[in-house]
């Protein structure tokens, strides 16, 4: 993804907007400079209380009653960027991390879906991250 090879590619194309889904790779700064604000990322965490990896796992050991989807901009950071969509889902005693993992994939599906239709009609208004204020994950 951040090859050069990749990056040369991608600029023989106009693209609006790059999504990105459980994508392992950070994105260096040359590819977030050719797309400033145009490329989104959805992730299964509640921004910015749980901004790294195995969140469903820390949702469940932090014995949380609900845990959060969000669509943001990808910026340097990790999960640091401003939010566009965000949604919170309960977290039941009947749940573990595959009954949270099926529904983050259909969520995050309908979550970007919802995300486009913003781009596309122009009306998104994405907010700042609060600083983080509680720990896990």
């Known amino acids: 993804m951040n090859s050069k090879e ?4 991608l600029k023989k194309y106009s693209n609006d ?6 994508f392992d790779q950070i994105f260096k700064e040359e590819l ?3 797309y400033p604000r145009k490329i989104i990322n959805c992730h299964a965490g509640k921004l910015p209380f ?8 820390w949702a469940l050991i932090n014995d949380e009653k609900e845990f959060g989807i969000s669509v943001h901009f990808i910026d340097k950071g990790i999960n640091t960027g ?5 949604k919170t889902y309960e977290i039941k005693d009947s749940d573990d991390y595959t009954t949270l993992l099926n529904l983050c994939h ?29 720990g896990g994950g």
Do not use: G, T, W
Not at 50 to 57: A, F, K, V
Not at 82 to 86: A, K, M, N, T, W
């Open 17 to 22: 907007l790059l999504v990105s889904m459980s």
């Open 32 to 34: 977030l400079k050719l």
């Open 50 to 57: 749980y901004r790294d990896r195995n969140i469903l796992n």
């Open 6 to 9: 990749f990056l040369n590619e």
């Open 82 to 86: 401003d939010i566009i969509l965000q």
């Open 106 to 134: 259909k969520e995050c599906a309908s979550l970007l879906y919802e995300s486009l239709i913003l781009f596309l009609e122009d009306n998104v208004k994405a907010y700042k991250q609060k600083r983080k204020k509680k």
